[in-house]
Nanobody, 123 residues
Framework: QVNLVESGGGLVQTGGSLRLSCAASGRTFSEYTVAWFRQGPLKGREFVSAIRWRDGTTDYADSVKGRFTISRDNAKNTVVLQMNSLKSDDMDIYYC????????????????WGQGTQVAVSS
């Protein structure tokens, strides 16, 4: 397992931007898939985006495609989710997750999870 710590959540107006970071400690991400999920009240965890560390392959949920960008910083062993044009539907707790391999990366069957960071969007 990898120890994950998210940061960067907060309150933003509709149309605004936030930048979430997921930092790993304990080991490097080199053979991992790192993903962002989000979860609101009475909902399951919803896939947002993922990146395969080895070659930078990315994937996005249709609901965020074109607005969110996932990237990695090798030197800092960190994954960043840049969120632009935020909407009220984006308001949730966002979780970073990591696992070995890319298969089924949209499913919340990850070995390691962060504690979550709140994203709030006001109109």
């Amino acid at each position: 397992q990898v120890n994950l710590v998210e940061s960067g959540g907060g309150l933003v107006q509709t149309g605004g931007s936030l930048r979430l970071s997921c930092a790993a400690s304990g080991r490097t991400f080199s053979e991992y898939t790192v993903a962002w999920f989000r979860q609101g009240p009475l909902k399951g965890r919803e896939f947002v985006s993922a990146i395969r560390w080895r070659d930078g392959t990315t994937d996005y949920a249709d609901s965020v495609k074109g607005r969110f960008t996932i990237s990695r910083d090798n030197a800092k062993n960190t994954v960043v989710l840049q969120m632009n044009s935020l909407k009220s539907d984006d308001m949730d707790i966002y979780y970073c997750a990591a696992k070995l391999g890319w298969q089924d990366h949209r499913m919340p069957s990850y070995d390691s999870w962060g504690q979550g960071t709140q994203v709030a969007v006001s109109s």
